[in-house]
């Protein structure tokens, strides 16, 4: 199997680089200043964030709000929520 690594980008995920303790996306939710943290979209139950060192263009992320290990952890209309923020990044892109 192909892996994709940029061994130069470990130094963002380094604690010393890191702002603040705990979820960084929990973070940049609650600071409420979407076009300066890449959130291009929020919804009821997740948001669409564009990856600040993307490895591709149009590489964006789609993250619950909720914190679950997988996908499959997410309520039901979680899930649709996800899934209806997914199609709308897939049509923008």
Known sequence: ????????RKAYLR????KGKGCLFC???AEKRDTENL???R?????????RYPYNNG?????????VDSVHAL???EKIDWLNLYEEAREAI
């Open 15 to 18: 604690p010393s680089k890191m």
């Open 75 to 77: 309520k039901d209309r």
């Open 1 to 8: 199997m192909d892996r994709l690594w940029a061994p130069w």
């Open 27 to 29: 973070r940049l939710l």
């Open 39 to 41: 959130i291009l979209k």
């Open 59 to 67: 590489h964006v992320m789609i993250i619950p709000i909720r914190h």
């Open 43 to 51: 919804s009821s139950s997740s948001f669409v964030i564009l990856n």
